[in-house]
């Protein structure tokens, strides 16, 4: 596994924390714990962010776009 192969399951995984997070903090009724997701969830969206933008730069593509058509430049 290279950095690239590393960044993409990094980048993944951050934004499936991301979602998992934000759907805890909407579900949870009791005010602090509700909080605590939601500031996690958006401190995971700035590594997953981050982690996009490594990828872009190193890549050279946008990952949204990659993705979406299986690695296949439009």
Not at 1 to 8: G, K, R, T, Y
Not at 9 to 15: G, P, T
Not at 25 to 51: D, N, P, T
Not at 59 to 64: A, F, L, S, T
Request: glycine share 6%; with cysteine.
């Amino acid at each position: 596994m290279d950095a690239i192969d590393c960044l993409e399951r990094a980048w993944l995984n951050s934004q499936e924390t991301v979602r998992d997070f934000e759907m805890y903090s909407k579900r949870i009724r009791e005010g602090e714990i509700s909080q605590v997701f939601k500031q996690f969830a958006e401190e995971e969206g700035m590594h997953a962010k981050k982690l996009r933008e490594l990828l872009i730069k190193y890549k050279g593509e946008p990952m949204d776009s990659a993705l979406h058509n299986n690695g296949e430049v439009e």
